[in-house]
């Protein structure tokens, strides 16, 4: 978990690491967007490619792949890391989230980087503090290392 910050022209910096990630891609485009209009998302381009895959695919309920669908594509844009490494994010996404030059945490998580608003923040860590270790028993049980 990582601290960042959206200037004012909508660009958050990412910590070295992620940086240096995202530099060793074959391809530097990148997909920013939001599927639950509550917590941006960035995807390299190839991961974001199997979710298009997995939406036109998934048929246990069309009618809420369409929707999630629908909101990365209203929220979303490509765009591709600058040379200071910092990533833009649209007008749009940026005032559905509630994140223009505000602080923000940086997660990276099963292949994309969540970029949760602080408000957003303190709703998952209260959340994931209610019982941590039931979680990590539950998790070990099943085969986490």
Do not use: C
């Not at 920013?32 to 695919?57: C, G, H």
């Not at 019982?131 to 998790?139: G, H, I, R, S, T």
């Amino acid at each position: 978990m990582y601290p960042g910050r959206l200037d004012d022209k909508g660009r958050v910096k990412l910590p070295t690491a992620f940086q240096q990630f995202f530099t060793a891609l074959p391809e530097k485009k990148l997909f920013v967007t939001s599927l639950d209009r509550r917590i941006a998302q960035i995807y390299p381009m190839p991961v974001w490619r199997q979710n298009e895959k997995f939406f036109d695919a998934y048929r246990d309920d069309p009618k809420v792949a369409r929707n999630v669908a629908f909101n990365a594509a209203d929220l979303g844009a490509e765009t591709e890391m600058d040379s200071q490494g910092r990533i833009l994010f649209s007008p749009e996404l940026r005032r559905e989230l509630g994140i223009e030059n505000q602080a923000v945490r940086l997660f990276a998580y099963r292949g994309r980087i969540e970029v949760l608003s602080e408000k957003i923040y303190e709703e998952r860590k209260h959340q994931a503090s209610q019982a941590p270790a039931d979680d990590v028993a539950k998790l070990e049980a099943a085969g986490l290392n």
